[in-house]
Structures are given as C-alpha cells and as structure tokens.
C-alpha cells in the first residue's frame, strides 16, 4: 500500500513541510512518485521516518542524520560505524538525563523548603537578603 505525504504526515506527527525538507535532504532515500510525480511512501518509508524522528528527538542534527543513511546505504559493512554514532548519542542523552534529574531534584528541594516555610516549620532564609 501507499501513502500520500498527508497521509505520512497523519501516521508520523511529522508535519508537511518537515516531510518535504527530509526528502529534500536525501533523508528518504528511494522516494517514490505516482503518476502525477506527487511523492507515495510504502510501509517500509513509514518505518524508516519514524526512525529518523527518533533520531532527530535524540539530538541528531540533520548533517548527522544524513551522515547515518548514507552509512545505512552502504548495508551490513556499515554496522560498526553506525554503532559508534548510536553509542555517543546514547551516552550524551544519559549525560542529558543526569543534569535534568539535578535539576529536578533541586526544584523539588526548593518545593520541600517553600511547603516548610510555609506552614511554619522553617524560618525563611534567603541568600539574596541580609539575615536578620
């Protein structure tokens, strides 16, 4: 079965204009046309861009990303790089994720120290004023 771009576009979240710049950017290699020389997808283009959204969520910029499919164009000899890129990417997000927990873990601190404050359990301190 084919797809239409709004059809694509519906089934990936991708938007039309995103969709269009992705094929401009050889980013979906193989593209089709129909009879009126309008893009078609098949199941395997469908699969290929939510890969691609994924990397892209994954901090992959678009330089990046066409780096990857032309090594993913070059099959299995290809593996061992696009591992290297996968395992970076991975490792940059876990590091992504250890600054968002600190950060959540402050806020929540904070939270713990305003609720205390608050109902009169803490007295207020603040770095920016002159204690008292």
Not at 2 to 18: A, D, F, H, P, W
Not at 50 to 76: A, D, N, T
Not at 79 to 103: H, N
Request: aromatic share 8%; charged share 30%.
């Amino acid at each position: 079965m084919l797809y239409s771009m709004k059809e694509v576009c519906q089934r990936t979240g991708l938007n039309y204009e995103t969709l269009k710049f992705y094929c401009n950017q050889g980013l979906v290699p193989n593209v089709k046309r129909d009879g009126g020389n309008r893009r078609v997808f098949d199941e395997r283009d469908l699969a290929w861009l939510e890969g691609l959204g994924c990397l892209r969520r994954c901090g992959l910029s678009i330089k990046e990303m066409q780096h990857y499919v032309q090594l993913c164009l070059r099959g299995e000899a290809s593996i061992p790089e696009r591992k290297v890129i996968l395992a970076e990417r991975r490792k940059a997000l876990e590091e992504e994720m250890a600054r968002l927990q600190s950060a959540l873990e402050y806020l929540d601190s904070k939270q713990a120290f305003y609720d205390e404050v608050l109902a009169g359990r803490r007295p207020y301190v603040s770095n920016l004023l002159p204690q008292k």
